[in-house]
């Protein structure tokens, strides 16, 4: 069973960064892709960041140019989400996923983001 702890998230002012960390135990055989999802109140959840296990990554056009998403294998596969340039508009949940090896798909409790203007 695949664990995942999200860290991060919190108040920033707009023009400010930060760094989502995703960390993921139990996922024996290694993964397909990790990444982000957000979620903002009264709308989907919708991708903003994505890697796969050859390293591939993936962007949303909201974030493209303002956030890399980065991994770390040898420490219980870490996944990061730097975002910079923050806008109110990115005041999401943030929420990691993982893909195993047999394409099924885990997720994070949730992490906060909060972008004052």
């Known amino acids: 069973q695949v664990q995942l702890v999200e860290s991060g998230g919190g108040l920033v002012q707009a023009g400010g960064s930060l760094r989502l960390s995703c960390a993921a135990s139990g996922g024996g055989f290694g993964y397909k892709s990790m990444g982000w999802f957000r979620q903002a109140p009264g709308k989907q959840r919708d991708m903003v960041a994505s890697i796969t296990n050859e390293g591939r990554t993936t962007y949303s056009d909201s974030v493209k140019g303002r956030a890399t998403i980065s991994r770390d294998n040898t420490k219980n596969t870490v996944v990061y989400l730097q975002m910079s340039s923050l806008k109110p508009e990115d005041t999401a949940i943030y929420y990691c996923?993982?893909?195993?090896?047999?394409?099924?798909?885990?997720w994070g409790q949730g992490t906060q983001v909060t972008v004052s203007s």
């Open positions: 996923y993982y893909v195993d090896a047999y394409r099924l798909e885990y």
